[in-house]
Structure formats: structure tokens, C-alpha cells
């Protein structure tokens, strides 16, 4: 079988309803490993179609049975007993010029929790992004795992388990060890971009509150997810109209993912609607395992305490729906059918249009389904979830689309643009920029069918506007310079910098190896 029949077969497959999605996982592995040019092509291609599988809802399980699938490793690990010669292991790469770096511990990952060594598979699948929907080179990009052990005995004492295997450290040693590593980056690739993802809460506010002033990093859990939620909310509002200063946003979950979110969408609507710090803070709510968060509190960790307000306490999700009467839900709890009908039907008697956010992922853990957003609130519902669901037509042949809130649509330009401009560092502000420059882009016949998104498959498109307007902020901001090549092009409203955007990203069929 030559190039072109494999290239075919496997897309046959991919396409197939059969094939389990941890088959379709390893296909797409397999693929690129064997025909790399071609696996890109097809990825470039079928962004869309191919996304499920080399990322959310599949790598969720890709990483629990890591261990056992008998994969190549792609990354980098770097373990505690590699502490002292950190730096001399990065050296040792095959590949120096690395622009783009992805990095785990695996103490969260996605709702599934600590799965230790096996979160490569989410640095791995992450950092395919970059490529698929921004165009950085692939032979540029490095996922890594830091490996500091497990609290997840059962995978621990697992006989094919390779990660270390031993409990994860006191916080005085995972931080020396953290920071050797953040250290050695810095000396050996002075200028990479640097994403956190799937930390532990705890670690991951410490982390980004320690490095985020002084290293070009940032922490896709925390503020990726807070711009393409702040997007959704943003479109959502073109759907349904009024001010973003106007609503009142209850979450249910209060880690890393529900803080960034409400930190984020507060800090837009101080920045672009004139409200007070204190009262843009007031508009959004939260709840953790004990129910609301408020001021009469004891027992907050410091990440929930801005968002602690002056309210009376309540056990429940329904309750606090009835008491705050919120025109927004969002679920980043990992709690899986917790929007319930109660829910999702008082929510509806209170919001002629309710926006409702199931973004945990993967799909098991999704809130609530679209179809049941769609039934209990008769059509009237704008959607926007974490993992994908198909399309439904409701009893009266409304077709109605389910958008996904995929950080892919951001963080890949954001990045992409940070490398481009050498950036210093990356402020909170430019996911603000960039969750309006995508919102902005849905056409209105997207937006009539309940789409606060374009089109994934135009992803590149999408990347190349999110990627000037981030350009521009970041240059504008002095913590990065205008790319080579860029200078004398318009900047003032991104449409020139948007097709040198569009030019600088990398494509297969301009390489001629890998």
C-alpha cells in the first residue's frame, strides 16, 4: 500500500462511526509518527473533524490508560531525581531551537484528577494545537512532564506504571524542584513561551502568581479557559442583548478554571464598562463542594476570597439559582448531571434567553447535555459547553447547534503571537483581547442558530485575527516587539498585521522535513 492508500485508509477510519475514539487516538499517533507530513496535512485539513481525537473529550482517556497502550513517548520528562542537572538535561534535546513548550505535573488533569507521569498525554495532544490552529512549527514546539511522583496509589502500584513511584512532595521540594526547572528554561531558551497546564489548584494560582511578571508563561486552565468563556459570554450577549456589566454570573466550581473566569470577565467589565473593581466582582458568584462562596466564610483558600461576598449562605445550586437569580451558568466543577432539570427550568422562568455553560469536560463529566439544555428550556437556550455534542433538531425543526468553548481557539494564537513578538512576559490583559477579537467574529447567520463561535474549521482564519490583535496588544504594551518583517504594515485596525499573521504560520506543504 503506497502513501496515498494509508493516507486514505486512515481517513476512512477516522470518519467511521465503529472504531472506538482511543483507536481513532493511536491511529492518529501512529500516523504521525509513520507519515508525519501527511498526518499535518490531514490535521490542517479536517481540524474539526480531527480535534475530538488528538485533544478533549479522547486524551482524557489517552491519559488514564497511558500507561498501558503501549505508547512512544513524544515529550520530554523531567523527574525529581534529575534535580541538580535540569538544565543539562533540557541541553540534551535532540532538538535545540524549541519556541513553544507545554508542561504538566499531572496532578489534575482535566476532571479525572492526579494521573502522575500519564498527564503527558495532555502536554502532548496540547501542543499539537499550536500547530493545528496556529501554525507554529511543530519541530519547534516541546511537550513536557514534570514528573513528581503520584498520590494516586492504585496507578502508582500499577505493574506497568513508569512514572516514579512514590507520593508527590512536601510543597518546600516540589517548589525547588519547579523552580530548578523554571530556572534551567530560562538558560537554555531564553525567549520560549511557556503554557501550564493541568496543575493542581493550589500549585497552579502559586505558580502563575510567582513566574507570570518575570517569564513569558501563562496558565491554560486558569486563563485560556477564562477567555474563550469571557468570548462565549460576549457572543451570548450579541445573541440576547445588553451589557456584559449587566449580568449576574453564578458558577458551580470555584478552582483554578472558575476563578480565572471570573477574574477575567470582572477585569472586562471594569476596563470596558466603567464599573468599579469591587463592583464588577460583585456580579459573579461561586460554588464549591460547601456550597456559596461568601464573606461569612471561614475556610476559603486565598484564590476564591475577591469573589466572597456579602450574601447569605446557601447550601445548594438551586437554592443559590433562586436567591441570585443569575442570568448566567456556568459548571466547572467536574461533578457530572449537576444542572439538572430543576435547575436549568427555574433558570429559564428567570431569563427570557438563559446562558448556561456546562464546560467541564471530558464529556462524562459535562453538567448537563445540550439536548437537555434545549428540552428544558424549550429552544430558548444560549449553549456553549467544554466537550463537544452534536447538533439537534427540537420538535419543531428548529435546528439548534451545540458551540463548544474549546480553549483551542485562543491560546494557540496567543501564543503563537507571543513567540512572534519575543514577548517579555504575557499580561493577564491580552486574553481579554483576545476573547473580544473571536467574539466579535461570528457572522449573524452563525449567530441565529445559537453559534457564539465561528466555525472551528475555519480555525486558522480565526487564529491569524486573534493572533494581530494579541501582536498588536503585546507590542503596544512594551512587553513585546513588532515582528520581523511586520514593520511598515498597518497596525492600526490588525488588517494588514492579520495576513502577515496568516503568513507567518507554518504549513506542510512548505517543509520539506520535519
Given at each position: 500500500m503506497d502513501v496515498e492508500e494509508r493516507h486514505a485508509a486512515k481517513s476512512s477510519f477516522l470518519s467511521e462511526a465503529g472504531p472506538r475514539p482511543i483507536d481513532k487516538y493511536m491511529y492518529l499517533r501512529d500516523l504521525r509518527v509513520n507519515d508525519t507530513n501527511?498526518?499535518?496535512?490531514?490535521?490542517?485539513?479536517?481540524?474539526?473533524?480531527?480535534?475530538?481525537?488528538?485533544y478533549t473529550p479522547t486524551v482524557g482517556q489517552a491519559c488514564q490508560e497511558y500507561h498501558s497502550l503501549g505508547i512512544k513517548t513524544r515529550g520530554l520528562y523531567i523527574t525529581l531525581d534529575d534535580r541538580g542537572s535540569i538544565l543539562d538535561k533540557l541541553r540534551s534535546w535532540h532538538t535545540q531551537d524549541i519556541q513553544a513548550i507545554v508542561v504538566t505535573d499531572g496532578e489534575r488533569i482535566l476532571g479525572l484528577g492526579d494521573l502522575g507521569a500519564n498527564g503527558m498525554g495532555i502536554s502532548e495532544g496540547k501542543i499539537e494545537l499550536y500547530t493545528a490552529a496556529a501554525g507554529v512549527d511543530p519541530s519547534k514546539c516541546l511537550p513536557i512532564a514534570l514528573d513528581a511522583g503520584t498520590n494516586n496509589v492504585a496507578l502508582r502500584e500499577h505493574p506497568e506504571y513508569k512514572g516514579?513511584?512514590?507520593?508527590?512532595?512536601?510543597?518546600?521540594?516540589?517548589?525547588?524542584?519547579?523552580?530548578?526547572?523554571?530556572?534551567?528554561?530560562?538558560?537554555?531558551?531564553?525567549?520560549?513561551l511557556l503554557q501550564f497546564e493541568d496543575f493542581g489548584n493550589t500549585n497552579a494560582f502559586r505558580i502563575l502568581d510567582k513566574y507570570q511578571k518575570s517569564f513569558c508563561c501563562f496558565n491554560d486552565d486558569i486563563q485560556g479557559t477564562a477567555s474563550i468563556t469571557l468570548a462565549a459570554l460576549l457572543g451570548a450577549l450579541r445573541i440576547r442583548g445588553g451589557r456584559l456589566s449587566e449580568q449576574r454570573i453564578l458558577f458551580l466550581g470555584a478552582g483554578e478554571a472558575a476563578c480565572g473566569i471570573a477574574t477575567l470577565i470582572s477585569y472586562c467589565m471594569h476596563r470596558r464598562e466603567g464599573l468599579s473593581e469591587e463592583d464588577s466582582r460583585q456580579r459573579c458568584f461561586l460554588i464549591d463542594s460547601k456550597g456559596l462562596v461568601c464573606a461569612s466564610r471561614n475556610d476559603l483558600q486565598h484564590h476564591k476570597q475577591p469573589f466572597a461576598h456579602d450574601v447569605a449562605f446557601t447550601s445548594s445550586l438551586i437554592e443559590a439559582v433562586r436567591v441570585l437569580k443569575p442570568t448566567a451558568l456556568i459548571g466547572v466543577s467536574a461533578v457530572p448531571n449537576t444542572f439538572d432539570e430543576e435547575v436549568i427550568r427555574t433558570m429559564a422562568e428567570m431569563n427570557e434567553r438563559p446562558i448556561i455553560f456546562p464546560l467541564s469536560n471530558p464529556t462524562s463529566l459535562s453538567e448537563c447535555t445540550f439536548e437537555q439544555a434545549v428540552k428544558w428550556t424549550d429552544g430558548r437556550v444560549i449553549f456553549a459547553s467544554g466537550s463537544?455534542?452534536?447538533p439537534i433538531v427540537d420538535e419543531?425543526?428548529?435546528?439548534?447547534?451545540?458551540?463548544?468553548?474549546?480553549?483551542?481557539?485562543?491560546?494557540?494564537?496567543?501564543?503563537?503571537a507571543a513567540i512572534l513578538t519575543k514577548a517579555k512576559t504575557i499580561p493577564p490583559a491580552v486574553f481579554m483581547v483576545a476573547a473580544e477579537q473571536l467574539a466579535?467574529?461570528?457572522?449573524?447567520?452563525?449567530l441565529s442558530v445559537g453559534s457564539v463561535f465561528p466555525q472551528f474549521s475555519n480555525i486558522r482564519n480565526?487564529?491569524?485575527?486573534v493572533m494581530a490583535a494579541s501582536v498588536r496588544f503585546l507590542v503596544n504594551s512594551g512587553v513585546g516587539t513588532i515582528p520581523s518583517g511586520w514593520e511598515g504594515h498597518d497596525s492600526g485596525e490588525g488588517v494588514d498585521w492579520r495576513a502577515m499573521a496568516a503568513g507567518s504560520m507554518w504549513s506542510p506543504a512548505s517543509a520539506s522535513r520535519l
Amino acid at each position: 500500500m503506497d502513501v496515498e492508500e494509508r493516507h486514505a485508509a486512515k481517513s476512512s477510519f477516522l470518519s467511521e462511526a465503529g472504531p472506538r475514539p482511543i483507536d481513532k487516538y493511536m491511529y492518529l499517533r501512529d500516523l504521525r509518527v509513520n507519515d508525519t507530513n501527511k498526518y499535518y496535512q490531514y490535521m490542517l485539513q479536517n481540524a474539526q473533524q480531527v480535534l475530538p481525537f488528538i485533544y478533549t473529550p479522547t486524551v482524557g482517556q489517552a491519559c488514564q490508560e497511558y500507561h498501558s497502550l503501549g505508547i512512544k513517548t513524544r515529550g520530554l520528562y523531567i523527574t525529581l531525581d534529575d534535580r541538580g542537572s535540569i538544565l543539562d538535561k533540557l541541553r540534551s534535546w535532540h532538538t535545540q531551537d524549541i519556541q513553544a513548550i507545554v508542561v504538566t505535573d499531572g496532578e489534575r488533569i482535566l476532571g479525572l484528577g492526579d494521573l502522575g507521569a500519564n498527564g503527558m498525554g495532555i502536554s502532548e495532544g496540547k501542543i499539537e494545537l499550536y500547530t493545528a490552529a496556529a501554525g507554529v512549527d511543530p519541530s519547534k514546539c516541546l511537550p513536557i512532564a514534570l514528573d513528581a511522583g503520584t498520590n494516586n496509589v492504585a496507578l502508582r502500584e500499577h505493574p506497568e506504571y513508569k512514572g516514579l513511584r512514590r507520593p508527590r512532595p512536601k510543597m518546600e521540594e516540589y517548589d525547588a524542584f519547579v523552580d530548578e526547572f523554571m530556572q534551567a528554561l530560562k538558560a537554555w531558551r531564553p525567549h520560549v513561551l511557556l503554557q501550564f497546564e493541568d496543575f493542581g489548584n493550589t500549585n497552579a494560582f502559586r505558580i502563575l502568581d510567582k513566574y507570570q511578571k518575570s517569564f513569558c508563561c501563562f496558565n491554560d486552565d486558569i486563563q485560556g479557559t477564562a477567555s474563550i468563556t469571557l468570548a462565549a459570554l460576549l457572543g451570548a450577549l450579541r445573541i440576547r442583548g445588553g451589557r456584559l456589566s449587566e449580568q449576574r454570573i453564578l458558577f458551580l466550581g470555584a478552582g483554578e478554571a472558575a476563578c480565572g473566569i471570573a477574574t477575567l470577565i470582572s477585569y472586562c467589565m471594569h476596563r470596558r464598562e466603567g464599573l468599579s473593581e469591587e463592583d464588577s466582582r460583585q456580579r459573579c458568584f461561586l460554588i464549591d463542594s460547601k456550597g456559596l462562596v461568601c464573606a461569612s466564610r471561614n475556610d476559603l483558600q486565598h484564590h476564591k476570597q475577591p469573589f466572597a461576598h456579602d450574601v447569605a449562605f446557601t447550601s445548594s445550586l438551586i437554592e443559590a439559582v433562586r436567591v441570585l437569580k443569575p442570568t448566567a451558568l456556568i459548571g466547572v466543577s467536574a461533578v457530572p448531571n449537576t444542572f439538572d432539570e430543576e435547575v436549568i427550568r427555574t433558570m429559564a422562568e428567570m431569563n427570557e434567553r438563559p446562558i448556561i455553560f456546562p464546560l467541564s469536560n471530558p464529556t462524562s463529566l459535562s453538567e448537563c447535555t445540550f439536548e437537555q439544555a434545549v428540552k428544558w428550556t424549550d429552544g430558548r437556550v444560549i449553549f456553549a459547553s467544554g466537550s463537544p455534542f452534536d447538533p439537534i433538531v427540537d420538535e419543531q425543526g428548529q435546528l439548534h447547534n451545540a458551540p463548544q468553548a474549546n480553549n483551542a481557539y485562543i491560546f494557540p494564537a496567543v501564543g503563537h503571537a507571543a513567540i512572534l513578538t519575543k514577548a517579555k512576559t504575557i499580561p493577564p490583559a491580552v486574553f481579554m483581547v483576545a476573547a473580544e477579537q473571536l467574539a466579535a467574529m461570528s457572522t449573524i447567520k452563525e449567530l441565529s442558530v445559537g453559534s457564539v463561535f465561528p466555525q472551528f474549521s475555519n480555525i486558522r482564519n480565526i487564529s491569524a485575527a486573534v493572533m494581530a490583535a494579541s501582536v498588536r496588544f503585546l507590542v503596544n504594551s512594551g512587553v513585546g516587539t513588532i515582528p520581523s518583517g511586520w514593520e511598515g504594515h498597518d497596525s492600526g485596525e490588525g488588517v494588514d498585521w492579520r495576513a502577515m499573521a496568516a503568513g507567518s504560520m507554518w504549513s506542510p506543504a512548505s517543509a520539506s522535513r520535519l
